[in-house]
Every structure is written in structure tokens, then in C-alpha cells.
């Protein structure tokens, strides 16, 4: 198959793709900004008090609900379950966007990052690479944010028990307690018990509210804290203690966690240079003697040894971050 058929056909592919999602987003333009105005005027004619309770509570009974650019894509996804947990992998990230949306950024980075490739290497399968790059680069970007939040979620959580044992100490009822730690802790720990205290205070069970809490947060320290509570509900005991032994724990075993980190710090920094370090000698090399470099991007065996060495140095990244991941 010639360099030029794969570029033809990339061009083709991702040009359908791209018209006709600015169809679909020029054919729902009016109705969705029709909404914004409606939504603008609901929001004039609100009374100050509607408001500030609005503010507050920051929201209203309804959950928040991203609607993107297509909102047919987002209503299809949410009747699968790939899609369901698709759009609770984007909301456990906190990051502000809809599926449709998610989807569009994905397909405009594709076309970016292929065009910008093809024209840097002058070679069809730039198209192929970068757009590959450019499909996944928008869900990295997810998942990485999803991975901060969760895991700076987890170094906040003591704080919270605390706060919460701290309440229950003075006399205040255990949904005084999120309420407090809705309103004194920031994100995300402050909104999701936010949540969790709203829903439980507009009627759902606290099992319920608990249960929601770690499908939003998947930790296990957020399923002890679950599990903690609605035990003392059954049987009762000093839910006060039992918090404040469970913060003890969870500190002490990121104390450990950090010892980790350090002692597979060599590991973690040998990963990094071998990785590095052929892009880098490639790069030199471009420099020092271009003509031999060539050869790498020119000839067919060329482009099959560029993609043995990205797979062998992918296939070897993961395997060092294998050898140095602990669980603790």
C-alpha cells in the first residue's frame, strides 16, 4: 500500500468525520443557544433568595448534567453501559465537559496532530501516527486529571473523619458532620460530601447516599468510612472513635506509601531515561548526520524498524512501571 493511498484515505477519513460534526453542530446551534437564553431568563426572573439558596447549595435538586454539542451522542451513550462508564470515568475527573464534547476534541486532535505530523516528516503514515496520538490525547488528559483528583481526594479524606469525629464529639448528628466538612473543606472533598449530604437530606437513604459516594470516589478507604457508618447504624458503638482510628490508619499508610515511593525512585527514573533517550539520540542524530536519518523515514524497512522500536520502548515502559508498582 503507497505512502500517497494512506494519505488520501486519512484525509478522506478525517475530513467526513470533522463535516459532519460541524453539521450536526450547526443543525443544533439554535436550539442549543435558544436554551442558554431560556435558561438566562429563568435565571433574571429568579428572586434573590432562589438565588443565594441556589448558590449555596450549588445546585438545585436536579443533578448537573454536561449537555454538549450533541446531545443525541450523549443520550445514546447513556443507554449503554460503555457509555455509562464512560461518563462516570469524565465526572469522577471533575473535568467540565460532555461526552459529544469529549468525542469532538478527540476528532479535532486527531486532524491536528496528523496534519502537523504529515507535514513535519513529509510521510503518509504521519497521519496515521499522529492522528492516532491525537485520538487518545484527550482521554489521557481525562484520566490524568481523574488520577490527581482522586488521589489528592484520598491525602484530604483524614481530615475529613476528623472533622466528622470532631462533630459527633460535640453532640451534632452525623449529617451535621457532612454538612461541616461540605462546607469547610475544599475540592474535591468539600463537593462530594456536598453531594452526599444533599442527597440524603432531599430523601435518599443514607445507605444510598454512601453507596453513590463510593461509586464516585472507587477507594477503599471511602468503602471502610461506608461500611464503618452503616454498621454503627445497625449495631451501634462509638462512631466517633471508629472515624478517628480509620484517619490514623490512612495516614500511617501513606507514610508508607511515601517510603515506597522513594525507594523505587531509581526504578521510576530508570524508566524515564530509557525512554527518553532514543527519541533523544534520534533527534541529535537528525542534527549531526541527516542524510543517514533519512534512511529511517524514507525506506519501507526504515518505517518498520521505527515502529518495532515505539512498540518495544512502549512494551518496555509499562513493564518497568510493573516492576515498581507496590500496592500498599
Known amino acids: 500500500m503507497s505512502p500517497q493511498f494512506i494519505l488520501v484515505a486519512s484525509v478522506f477519513v478525517l475530513g467526513t468525520g470533522l463535516v459532519a460534526a460541524l453539521i450536526l453542530g450547526v443543525i443544533r446551534l439554535p436550539s442549543y443557544l435558544a436554551e442558554r ?32 454539542m450533541l446531545p443525541a451522542l450523549d443520550k445514546l451513550a447513556s443507554g449503554t453501559s460503555r457509555g455509562l462508564s464512560l461518563t462516570k470515568f469524565v465526572e469522577q475527573s471533575g473535568v467540565r465537559i460532555s461526552l459529544s464534547g469529549l468525542f469532538l476534541a478527540s476528532l479535532g486532535c486527531a486532524f491536528v496532530f496528523g496534519f502537523l505530523l504529515a507535514s513535519l516528516t513529509k510521510l503518509g503514515i504521519g497521519w496515521i501516527v499522529g492522528g492516532g496520538f491525537g485520538l487518545i490525547a484527550p482521554f489521557m488528559y481525562v484520566k490524568i486529571k481523574r488520577t490527581r483528583r482522586i488521589r489528592k481526594f484520598e491525602e484530604t ?4 473523619l476528623d472533622l466528622v469525629s470532631r462533630a459527633l464529639k ?13 462546607d469547610e473543606m475544599e475540592d474535591p472533598v468539600g463537593p462530594e460530601f456536598r453531594k452526599t449530604f444533599d442527597e ?26 461506608s461500611t ?19 484517619a490514623h490508619v490512612v495516614r500511617e499508610r501513606f507514610k508508607i506509601l511515601r517510603q515506597v515511593r522513594v525507594y523505587t525512585a531509581h526504578g521510576r527514573l530508570t524508566g524515564y531515561v530509557l ?7 534520534g533527534v541529535a542524530l537528525m542534527f549531526i548526520n541527516p542524510e543517514h536519518m533519512q534512511l ?6 526504515g518505517h518498520m524498524l521505527l515502529i518495532a522500536a515505539v512498540v518495544m520502548q512502549t512494551v518496555g515502559y509499562f513493564w518497568i512501571k510493573q516492576v515498581i508498582k507496590i500496592e500498599v
Open 37 to 68: 437564553r431560556l435558561q438566562a431568563r429563568l435565571g433574571e426572573l429568579s428572586g434573590p433568595e432562589d438565588a443565594k439558596a441556589s448558590e449555596d447549595s450549588e445546585g438545585g435538586l436536579l443533578k448537573e448534567q454536561h449537555v454538549g
Open 157 to 160: 479524606f483524614p481530615e475529613a
Open 170 to 182: 460535640a453532640g451534632h448528628a452525623f449529617a451535621t458532620g457532612l454538612k461541616m466538612v461540605a
Open 200 to 225: 440524603q437530606n432531599f430523601g435518599l437513604p443514607l445507605k444510598d447516599a454512601l453507596a453513590n459516594l463510593t461509586e464516585r470516589m472507587p477507594l477503599l478507604d471511602v468503602r471502610f468510612f
Open 228 to 246: 464503618a457508618v452503616l454498621i454503627q447504624r445497625e449495631t451501634g458503638g462509638n462512631l466517633s472513635e471508629i472515624l478517628e482510628n480509620l
Open 275 to 281: 525512554l527518553a533517550l532514543p527519541a533523544f539520540l
Open 296 to 301: 529511517l523515514f524514507q525506506h519501507p524497512i
